[in-house]
């Protein structure tokens, strides 16, 4: 077992709300500077720059995984994460039909910029990518998981966005393997106030939007990683969170 360091929620460029300066490059090269060894794109509604960010990351030496920051109809987000890149391409593709077609005002909310590997503009998303969809929670986690998904509640710790804020628990109902926080400070503080909480595995992320929000090396998941290979930790990975295999019975959560 070895210690692998995450940020499993970030923003390019193709989320308005992200930086210019969010390019799959310049994530992935911050990343690796701060010490990092697993990152994740999750982009609102889109895994539309996953392709070049997985392609930038095993350039500078991280795992990579492609995933989404997804928008339901109750305006709650939550983190879908795909252990192969062609099944978030493919989910990506279906999710079009679930949104609203708003046009973006790039003077008030901020650019969507596809970009190529060597972070050149290929297109500009013309619609709002945040907005919500019109997927219930329920729906958004059933369409999720049949494209092989990880579902999981994004920064559960937040007022804006989040599953707690938004339904004043976390429900029964979908039956989430694992959830995030923003502040791991929080963890304690929640746990008491919904016992199920305790029962979940946990990942602390930055939703980053500047380069300079990345996580520091601080959370870490211990992963089997023998024989070595990017493929194989990240499975691994996959399979801590969700508690299978070698996982299922490990009490201690990902931190």
């Known amino acids: 077992m070895r210690r692998y360091y995450y940020d499993l929620h970030l ?33 609102h509604n889109t895994c539309g720059n996953c392709e070049s960010f ?47 077609p708003f046009p973006n005002r790039e003077d008030i ?45 994004a920064h559960i710790d937040r ?6 804020a938004t339904l004043g628990t976390l429900p029964d109902t979908p039956d989430f393997m694992c959830v ?17 909480l305790k029962n979940k595995r946990r990942v602390v992320n930055s939703d980053a939007h500047f380069l300079w929000d990345i996580n520091e090396a601080e959370n870490y998941i211990e992963l089997e990683d023998e024989p070595y290979s990017s493929a194989y930790v990240r499975k691994q990975m996959f399979m801590y969170l969700r508690g299978e295999g070698i996982y299922a019975d490990k009490k201690d959560k990902a931190l």
């Open 11 to 43: 923003h390019s460029c193709l989320s308005p709300c992200g930086d210019d300066d969010m390019t799959p490059n310049n994530i992935c090269g911050m990343a690796a500077l701060k010490g990092l060894n697993i990152v994740a794109l999750t982009d």
């Open 54 to 100: 997985m392609k930038a990351a095993a350039a500078n030496g991280l795992i990579g995984v492609a995933g989404m920051e997804l928008t339901t109809s109750e305006d709650i987000h939550i983190v879908c994460l795909f252990e192969e890149l062609r099944d978030a391409l493919e989910f990506s593709s279906v999710l079009d039909a679930y949104r609203t």
């Open 109 to 153: 909310f901020g650019k969507q910029m596809y970009l190529d590997e060597n972070d050149e503009l290929v297109r500009v998303e013309e619609n709002f990518l945040p907005i919500a969809t019109s997927l219930s929670l329920e729906a958004a986690y059933e369409l999720a998981l049949k494209h092989n998904a990880l579902v999981y509640p």
């Open 159 to 164: 007022m804006a966005n989040g599953i707690v």
């Open 180 to 196: 995030e926080y923003k502040d791991s400070e929080k963890i304690d503080e929640l746990s008491k106030q919904i016992p199920s």
